[in-house]
């Protein structure tokens, strides 16, 4: 499933529009397009409903939000939505502010969200919980974090990824925990913002969004794995995990794929 998923994204070179964060969009250009896709990153409202139309995927990141943001994001939803193709959600920093948590909802109840993604107390605040997010960064709490991820799925009709030490992906039913990745890959600013990316771009080629998600980010973790194996620290890392993604392949993604289904 994986390979099959990854190598169609290598030959469709999927467009895939983001509005995001102001502070990694450069990173998920190039994740983007290091995976094969084509990243564009179109803000403005006046051409986000436009861009949207010739994208096969919209990545919407709330990391640096604004009030005129959401609203083009809202547009550029509209637009995705009738086009069929798939809209992912990064709920960032949601538990944060009370501001966060109104424009998140505002999305998801203005726009069909194929993808809702975050951390677990990010996705926890989406189910209702009472947690609070540092910042951007999870907040340790106690939960059964796979009935948040379906309570949140069959809420929004949509699939759920938790990303943390192991990624939690469901659509309601099935459940896929993946284990790949690194802890280096918590080192460097961006690469939850750049998952979300990921996502979007394998998402862009398969319609099984679950699947696609979890694809996603084995491929995404295994890059991070080998990248740590020859790095000395936060900087080096990030320059080889590019060069992992680029080079990875059938043997090192059937070799190292670590997916358990629940």
């Given amino acids: ?71 083009s994001m809202i547009v550029a939803g509209k637009s995705a939505n009738e086009k069929s193709i798939p809209v992912v959600l990064d709920v960032v920093g949601v538990g944060a502010t009370s501001l966060r948590d109104k424009k998140a909802f505002e999305l998801l109840e203005n726009i069909r ?8 107390s990010e996705i926890a ?23 948040i991820a379906k309570e949140v799925a069959g809420e929004w009709e949509a699939t759920v990824v ?16 993946c284990k790949n990745g690194h802890e280096m890959m918590g080192s460097i600013v961006g690469t939850g913002c750049m998952a979300a990316s990921v996502i979007g771009v394998f998402s862009a080629v398969e ?13 995404f973790g295994i890059a991070g794995e080998r990248a740590a194996e020859c790095s000395r620290g936060p900087g080096s890392f990030k320059t080889q995990f590019y ?18 289904e629940r």
């Fill in 1 to 71: 499933m994986v390979y099959e998923i990854f190598e169609k994204v290598k030959r469709e070179k999927p467009l895939i529009h983001h509005i995001t964060n102001w502070v990694t969009i450069y990173d998920c250009a190039n994740i983007t397009r290091a995976f094969g896709a084509l990243p564009v990153m179109a803000h403005a409202r006046e051409e986000s409903a436009d861009m949207a139309k010739i994208a096969s995927a919209l990545v919407l990141n709330i990391g640096t939000l604004t009030p005129s943001l959401i609203d």
């Fill in 113 to 120: 969200v194929d993808i809702v993604k975050g951390n677990a």
């Fill in 125 to 147: 605040r989406i189910a209702g919980e009472d947690v609070i997010t540092k910042g951007v960064e999870a907040v340790p709490f106690e939960a059964d974090l796979i009935g």
């Fill in 162 to 177: 938790i990303t943390g030490r192991e990624d939690i992906i469901t659509k309601g039913s099935k459940v896929y925990i």
């Fill in 207 to 219: 319609r099984d969004y679950a699947k696609a998600a979890v694809s996603a980010l084995v491929c």
């Fill in 243 to 260: 060069d992992e993604v680029y080079n990875l392949n059938k043997e090192k993604i059937e070799r190292l794929c670590k997916i358990e």
